[in-house]
């Protein structure tokens, strides 16, 4: 292993996860690798975190009781402060869109990162459901379903600081397709995330209940997918790997309205 680059791995399915092996096992053939990871599956808890964790030992490092964004804090501050970069994943199942980023434990590992001044990686993998009736969380049980996600993940950690990417970028999400039939590698497109979105609640008065659907999934499935060329969704769905590089929120502009307004105030009240 070269000690010219160290990486603090995490993750929101869990240190015991097919992707997170994957890309543990992808990144210590040239990087010195820390897995500070969660125990247990953490999916779409965003950016929640705890006030004390329970920390033990695992075969890969650490296996957090908490969050991602827990495994982020705990390994930079405590375990591993010297990483070179953070890389959250591999996910199974694709973080895609403007609305998914705030909900991922995946995307939230690599955001809290870039409050420590760490570059980070987020890495998904995109599970279809397919016509042959899997439904996709069946699938993608193999270290070698995860191979377009890990070969775009090592060759951005090799060539990314070096590039100077991060010094307009905090993180970037990288969301990759399953390999093909064929074992082509999948080309690699820079995008921006979808601002397609799908969400509904319908409403049952008699169980007192209200359903909340996110419909995007399906119109992937179905191929009805208005996002156009250059957005994260478009590139997955199409068999490329999407990297969208992106800054940690917020984002605050000068707005005279607001300013108008807050000058007014003290007046109104």
Same mark, same amino acid.
């Given at each position: 292993?070269?000690?010219?680059?160290?990486? /603090?791995?995490?993750?929101?399915?869990?240190?015991?996860?097919?992707?997170?092996?994957?890309?543990?096992?992808?990144?210590?053939?040239?990087?010195?690798? *820390?897995?500070?990871?969660?125990?247990?599956?953490?999916?779409?808890?965003?950016?929640?975190?705890?006030?004390?964790?329970?920390?033990?030992?695992?075969?890969?490092?650490?296996?957090?009781?908490? *969050? &991602?964004?827990?495994? *982020?804090?705990?390994? /930079?501050?405590?375990?591993?402060?010297?990483?070179? /970069?953070?890389?959250? !994943?591999?996910?199974?199942?694709?973080?895609?869109?403007?609305?998914?980023?705030?909900?991922?434990?995946?995307?939230?590992?690599?955001?809290?990162?870039?409050?420590?001044?760490?570059?980070?990686?987020?890495?998904?993998?995109?599970?279809?459901? !397919?016509?042959?009736?899997? &439904?996709?969380?069946?699938?993608? %049980?193999?270290?070698?379903?995860?191979?377009?996600?890990?070969?775009?993940?090592?060759?951005?950690?090799?060539?990314?600081?070096?590039? $100077?990417?991060?010094?307009?970028?905090?993180?970037?999400?990288?969301?990759?397709?399953? &390999?093909?039939?064929?074992? =082509?590698?999948?080309?690699?497109?820079? %995008? *921006?995330?979808?601002?397609?979105?799908?969400?509904?609640?319908?409403?049952?008065?008699?169980? $007192?209940?209200? %359903?909340?659907?996110?419909? #995007?999934?399906?119109?992937?499935?179905?191929?009805?997918?208005?996002?156009?060329?250059?957005?994260?969704?478009?590139?997955?769905?199409?068999?490329? #790997?999407?990297?969208?590089?992106?800054?940690? &929120?917020?984002?605050?502009?000068?707005?005279? =309205?607001?300013?108008?307004?807050?000058?007014?105030?003290?007046?109104?009240?």
């Amino acid at each position: 292993m070269s000690e010219s680059l160290s990486i /603090l791995l995490t993750n929101d399915d869990g240190i015991d996860s097919v992707g997170f092996r994957a890309l543990y096992d992808a990144f210590e053939e040239f990087a010195d690798v *820390t897995a500070v990871a969660p125990a247990e599956d953490q999916s779409a808890v965003g950016r929640q975190m705890s006030k004390d964790v329970d920390v033990s030992r695992h075969e890969l490092g650490y296996a957090i009781h908490g *969050t &991602p964004a827990d495994c *982020t804090i705990v390994g /930079l501050e405590a375990l591993c402060p010297d990483v070179d /970069l953070v890389v959250a !994943g591999c996910n199974k199942g694709a973080n895609l869109g403007a609305y998914v980023l705030g909900r991922s434990g995946t995307v939230s590992a690599a955001v809290e990162a870039a409050f420590f001044d760490v570059p980070a990686i987020a890495v998904s993998l995109y599970v279809p459901d !397919g016509d042959d009736g899997v &439904p996709w969380h069946e699938k993608a %049980t193999d270290p070698e379903d995860y191979r377009n996600a890990t070969d775009a993940a090592t060759y951005l950690a090799k060539h990314a600081l070096g590039a $100077g990417v991060f010094e307009q970028a905090e993180y970037l999400n990288v969301n990759a397709p399953m &390999p093909a039939g064929d074992d =082509s590698p999948a080309p690699l497109e820079v %995008t *921006t995330p979808s601002t397609l979105y799908d969400m509904t609640a319908r409403r049952d008065d008699e169980n $007192g209940r209200v %359903t909340l659907h996110d419909g #995007v999934w399906e119109r992937m499935r179905q191929n009805d997918l208005p996002d156009p060329e250059g957005t994260d969704r478009r590139a997955v769905v199409e068999g490329r #790997v999407s990297v969208s590089p992106l800054t940690a &929120p917020h984002t605050t502009e000068h707005h005279e =309205s607001l300013d108008a307004l807050a000058e007014t105030y003290l007046d109104s009240v």
